[in-house]
């Protein structure tokens, strides 16, 4: 193959697969510069849900491109969920939390093909269509041009990095010769659409079932009926739901008290702990499914691909307008950063699993215990208030933090209540040009953001519009401190004074933003 002869264009960014990660890469790359492409094997985007919840984390990072409105518009934030116990049930609002520096202190029960809808449609408002039934075969790098060449059938494309978020069967990763470590578990999920009648099932809401055997979900988010279920069944060597497994026996066992009418879509779904052991091979990149497999205890697999992908979207149109060969500095910080988040949710979620549906004593003995409590004794042996919320924050990922990346350059001050840099952004009111403005509403927009104190000195100006890097004046903030908040929203430099400014943004590929 050769550059010049090619299907199409040349791209900046080849996305491989279609999912939630891959269209959230697409979208960050092409809003801050790059040209994209989007590939997927799948001849049509129509498939039954495997995710159901998004986080604030996640909420925060997608605002920027204009999408979370809509995502919210979709799903339900702050859900009510029923604990159904042996002897009654304990109804809960997942909601309303203590998390005054976020603009989303819910959870949002939302289906992932809602997710995927909106992110298409974003991208499709940008002149960018999904290509169907292109499957990546192989690729092979061009080191005189700096070029990837991948293979997809008869067709070829051409482009100057290659992200492969294809799954947890992954060809990019395979085709790049990453070593896929881990192991499946004993459990496979069973997925299950259908409609119910009778028991103590409300419309609208959610439900969980805890017993000794381990938790079962209802969700009111069926695509082919009215009700999801979610439980876990022992692993199976097919993925085809055996006969011996049917949802009403599992509402029996689990006291459901409600008969099914209607199963109009079953699936036995095999899971996994893996992690891949890079998540770069030189102008190739792996995020999502393909980067980490977790269980889907607490919620974390479309929430960890969405957060990967805002992460890398931005730095690879950013070495792409700096025409990085391989992108430096600024690119390897994608594994840096995002490979030890991935390690600790992979912990996260093993340990959720294990209590979920462990089959070891210890877990079947505490769910048994729990589920012959009283509805009235519940509520009194959960955890208290602050330590619910530090619970949402470490499942939401609000907690994990870049301190250690090249990217984060901290001068040991700043504004008082404005973190270390590689720590996220907190939202809080402030002042600029006399109004009140919330933080994030302020950052609320694609690109760098340097947040200047009232009293910095500052003789550049502001971009033209269209710019990537963006400077307010806060004014309620006093000192000469400045803040550079990256297009992640986690805080790439902090000084108390603008030394070192230019030095950071050239590390991004912004030095010539302002």
Same mark, same amino acid.
């Given at each position: 193959?050769?550059?010049?002869?090619?299907?199409?264009?040349?791209?900046?960014?080849?996305?491989?697969?279609?999912?939630?990660?891959?269209?959230?890469?697409?979208?960050?790359?092409?809003?801050?510069?790059?040209?994209?492409?989007?590939?997927?094997?799948?001849?049509?985007?129509?498939?039954?849900?495997?995710?159901?919840?998004?986080?604030?984390?996640?909420?925060?990072?997608?605002?920027?491109?204009?999408?979370?409105?809509?995502?919210?518009?979709?799903?339900?934030?702050?859900?009510?969920?029923?604990?159904?116990?042996?002897?009654?049930?304990?109804?809960?609002?997942?909601?309303?939390?203590?998390?005054?520096?976020?603009?989303?202190?819910?959870?949002?029960?939302?289906?992932?093909?809602?997710?995927?809808?909106?992110?298409?449609?974003?991208?499709?408002?940008?002149?960018?269509?999904?290509?169907?039934? !292109?499957?990546?075969?192989?690729?092979?790098?061009?080191?005189?041009?700096?070029?990837?060449?991948?293979?997809?059938?008869?067709?070829?494309?051409?482009?100057?990095?290659?992200?492969?978020?294809?799954?947890?069967?992954?060809?990019?990763?395979?085709?790049? =010769?990453?070593?896929?470590?881990?192991? #499946?578990?004993?459990?496979?999920?069973?997925?299950?659409?259908?409609?119910?009648?009778?028991?103590?099932?409300?419309?609208?809401?959610?439900?969980?079932?805890?017993?000794?055997?381990?938790?079962?979900?209802?969700?009111?988010?069926?695509?082919?009926?009215?009700?999801?279920?979610?439980?876990?069944?022992?692993?199976?060597?097919?993925?085809?739901?055996?006969?011996?497994?049917? #949802?009403?026996?599992?509402?029996?066992?689990?006291?459901?008290?409600?008969?099914?009418?209607?199963?109009?879509?079953?699936?036995?779904?095999?899971?996994?702990?893996?992690?891949?052991?890079?998540?770069?091979?030189?102008?190739?990149?792996?995020?999502?499914?393909?980067?980490?497999?977790?269980?889907?205890?607490?919620?974390?697999?479309?929430?960890?691909?969405?957060?990967?992908?805002?992460?890398?979207?931005?730095?690879?149109?950013?070495?792409?307008?700096?025409?990085?060969?391989?992108?430096?500095?600024?690119?390897?910080?994608?594994?840096?950063?995002?490979?030890?988040?991935?390690?600790?949710?992979?912990?996260?979620?093993?340990?959720?699993?294990?209590?979920?549906?462990? !089959?070891?004593?210890?877990?079947?003995?505490?769910?048994?215990?729990?589920?012959?409590?009283? #509805?009235?004794?519940?509520?009194?042996?959960?955890?208290?208030?602050?330590?619910?919320?530090?619970?949402?924050?470490?499942?939401?990922?609000?907690?994990?933090?870049?301190?250690?990346?090249?990217?984060?350059?901290?001068?040991?001050? =700043?504004?008082?209540?404005?973190?270390?840099?590689?720590?996220?952004?907190?939202?809080?009111?402030?002042?600029?040009?006399?109004?009140?403005?919330?933080?994030?509403?302020? !950052?609320?927009?694609?690109?760098?953001?340097?947040?200047?104190?009232?009293?910095?000195?500052?003789?550049?100006?502001?971009?033209?519009?269209?710019?990537?890097?963006?400077?307010?004046?806060?004014?309620?903030?006093?000192?000469?401190?400045?803040?550079?908040?990256?297009?992640?929203?986690?805080?790439?430099?902090?000084?108390?004074?603008?030394?070192?400014?230019?030095?950071?943004?050239?590390?991004?590929?912004?030095?010539?933003?302002?």
């Amino acid at each position: 193959m050769h550059p010049g002869n090619q299907n199409g264009e040349r791209s900046d960014v080849l996305v491989a697969g279609a999912g939630p990660t891959g269209l959230a890469v697409a979208l960050t790359a092409h809003d801050h510069g790059a040209t994209v492409r989007v590939l997927d094997r799948r001849p049509h985007p129509c498939r039954p849900s495997q995710a159901f919840l998004v986080h604030p984390r996640t909420l925060e990072v997608l605002r920027p491109h204009g999408v979370t409105g809509a995502i919210v518009g979709l799903g339900q934030l702050g859900p009510r969920l029923h604990v159904h116990l042996n002897r009654g049930s304990v109804s809960v609002t997942l909601g309303n939390f203590r998390l005054p520096d976020t603009p989303y202190p819910h959870l949002l029960l939302v289906r992932q093909a809602d997710v995927e809808a909106v992110l298409r449609r974003a991208l499709g408002e940008r002149g960018i269509e999904v290509e169907w039934d !292109t499957a990546v075969q192989r690729y092979e790098v061009d080191p005189a041009h700096g070029l990837v060449l991948t293979r997809c059938g008869a067709q070829h494309f051409v482009s100057r990095y290659l992200v492969g978020c294809d799954g947890r069967s992954s060809t990019v990763r395979a085709a790049a =010769g990453i070593d896929w470590r881990g192991a #499946p578990y004993r459990r496979d999920v069973l997925l299950a659409d259908l409609d119910v009648t009778g028991g103590d099932v409300q419309t609208g809401d959610a439900h969980v079932f805890v017993r000794h055997r381990g938790l079962a979900f209802l969700l009111p988010l069926g695509e082919r009926a009215r009700w999801r279920l979610v439980a876990p069944v022992p692993a199976h060597r097919s993925p085809s739901l055996p006969g011996d497994v049917h #949802p009403q026996a599992l509402l029996d066992e689990l006291g459901a008290g409600c008969r099914v009418t209607d199963v109009a879509w079953s699936q036995r779904v095999p899971i996994e702990h893996r992690l891949a052991a890079r998540f770069q091979e030189g102008p190739v990149f792996l995020a999502g499914d393909a980067a980490h497999a977790y269980s889907p205890a607490g919620g974390q697999g479309m929430n960890a691909g969405l957060q990967d992908a805002v992460n890398l979207g931005w730095k690879l149109a950013a070495a792409a307008r700096c025409d990085l060969p391989d992108g430096g500095a600024l690119l390897r910080s994608y594994q840096e950063e995002r490979r030890p988040v991935a390690q600790r949710v992979l912990a996260l979620t093993h340990l959720l699993l294990w209590c979920e549906a462990g !089959t070891d004593p210890v877990p079947a003995c505490a769910r048994g215990a729990v589920a012959s409590m009283g #509805p009235h004794l519940l509520p009194r042996a959960l955890p208290g208030r602050r330590v619910q919320t530090h619970l949402v924050r470490l499942l939401s990922q609000l907690r994990w933090d870049y301190r250690r990346s090249v990217l984060s350059v901290d001068g040991g001050s =700043g504004p008082p209540t404005v973190v270390s840099a590689g720590q996220r952004l907190p939202d809080e009111q402030i002042t600029v040009d006399g109004a009140p403005r919330r933080l994030h509403d302020l !950052t609320a927009a694609p690109g760098i953001h340097v947040l200047l104190c009232r009293d910095t000195p500052w003789s550049r100006s502001s971009p033209a519009d269209g710019g990537f890097v963006r400077v307010h004046r806060i004014h309620s903030w006093p000192g000469d401190g400045v803040v550079i908040v990256r297009p992640d929203g986690y805080v790439g430099f902090r000084s108390p004074d603008s030394r070192g400014v230019e030095a950071w943004l050239d590390m991004v590929g912004a030095g010539n933003g302002i």
